[in-house]
């Protein structure tokens, strides 16, 4: 039988993805972030390893929560031991508050620098090590040229980029393949219980090549993420009205 509209449409973008930047690992295809009903957002409704990632904050506070959940996001990819490298010029992150995420903080390999164009070249440098679990970069300003850069050598080498944008005056195109917006959201005690309930964060998908953006509430609680439902779909039509 012929070839049906639907089955070429899928064929072609199956051929077209890997031309963009969505290439599986060939051992990590299976790798499971925890992301539940936002994977449905990316192509192949799989997280894109082997991929740059931009996260944008606003305030000291918004990179908090960013930082948050990332952690969570690394948990998953350091889960076969690995390490991961984080520089920046102006690291504010406690490291002691990873072991929360599961993660141990002695496979964390920090590297502080004093300029942020230095803070690119480690990074570039450090996507290129085919061992690495991941690589985080914390700057200001990225231009579409470097993270076109970044993003070719993470085709390669297959190891996930993480950047983390604070305070950004220039918010331009780039070549990441998904740019997210992360927020603090209220914390819920359980149980009536006192004291501070588990981290939760409004997830703003804004951009993600081929894939749909949204806009989601999650918690982290017993070492992994889980979604608020009631107030994930009231966000999603926030977002409606709004576009």
Request: proline share 5%; aromatic share 8%.
């Amino acid at each position: 039988m012929p070839a049906s509209k639907a089955d070429i449409i899928a064929q072609l973008q199956k051929e077209i993805l890997p031309l963009q930047g969505f290439k599986h690992s060939l051992n990590r295809t299976s790798l499971d972030m925890g992301l539940g009903k936002i994977n449905e957002s990316f192509p192949n409704s799989i997280f894109p390893l082997g991929a740059v990632h931009e996260f944008l904050s606003e305030c000291s506070e918004d990179a908090a929560a960013t930082g948050g959940f990332m952690a969570g996001l690394l948990s998953a990819l350091m889960r076969d031991g690995g390490a991961t490298l984080w520089i920046s010029s102006s690291r504010t992150l406690f490291p002691p508050a990873l072991k929360f995420f599961g993660i141990d903080p002695d496979k964390i390999i920090f590297i502080d620098l004093q300029k942020e164009k230095d803070v690119l070249w480690a990074m570039e440098e450090a996507l290129q090590c085919e061992g690495l679990s991941a690589v985080v970069g914390e700057i200001r300003e990225l231009s579409f040229t470097a993270s076109r850069r970044l993003q070719l050598v993470v085709e390669q080498s297959r190891v996930t980029g993480f950047i983390l944008r604070r305070n950004t005056r220039n918010l331009n195109t780039s070549a990441c393949l998904t740019r997210w917006k992360i927020t603090a959201a209220p914390s819920e005690l359980t149980d009536e219980m006192p004291g501070i309930g588990f981290p939760r964060w409004n997830v703003e998908l804004l951009k993600v090549r081929n894939g749909k953006p949204g806009s989601w509430q999650v918690e982290w609680t017993e070492g992994r993420f889980r979604h608020i439902p009631i107030l994930s779909a009231i966000m999603e039509e926030e977002q409606k009205k709004a576009g």
